[in-house]
């Protein structure tokens, strides 16, 4: 069975500063890998994801995720962060072979100082 | 505008009483799924429906039940047997193609249940 870990539970980083936050997975097949964002009391808001070919991939919102296979990892990233970024992020870790279904990390609580 | 509604946005239960949470979607999407979220915890799956008339037990499916009589619709019930049922449930959904990678699922903004 696919599992999903994130080892922060919250990072606070000043507006501006860059941002990396952490996932790493355990799936014995191909991983397809999704970064998702939660304002608080809202649905999740789909990032970026990854499939297959380029193992660095563009998201909305200026983020970036790369895929590592050798390090299992799969770890968001941001160059400059702005207040609005202040969210709860998943990782999660797809398999189309059981209906698609998401396995979700634990969630990173992102706090951004002024 | 396409999306995936969800009501009502907040919901009380009694003691020993059966709720139901609502999910539409009119994106034409095959597959829709149930989560359910607690404090500090990311998201379990409790069930998904693949096609109309047919859906699967997620991670932790006690005490609660679904049907999907039509493609757009998903609802959830939280029955008395679900002990602890406090905690905020997202409705997903996604295409289902035959011979796809993986399908993307989107969110809606999601119910939160309270129990008196």
Known sequence: AQSV????????VSEGASLELRCNYSYGATPYLFW??????QGLQLLLKYFSGDTLVQGIKGFEAEFKRSQSSFNLRKPSVHWSDAAEYFCAVGARAAGNKLTFGGGTRVLVKP | DGGITQSP?????KEGQNVTLSCEQNLNHDAMYWYRQDPGQGLRLIYYSQIVNDFQKGDIAEGYSVSREKKESFPLTVTSAQKNPTAFYLCASSFDRAGSQQET??????????VL
């Open chain 1, 5 to 12: 870990t994130q080892p922060d539970i919250h990072i606070t």
């Open chain 2, 9 to 13: 946005k907040y919901l009380f239960r």
């Open chain 2, 105 to 114: 699922q989107y969110f809606g903004p999601g119910t939160r249940l309270l």
């Open chain 1, 36 to 41: 998702y964002v939660q304002s608080p009391g």
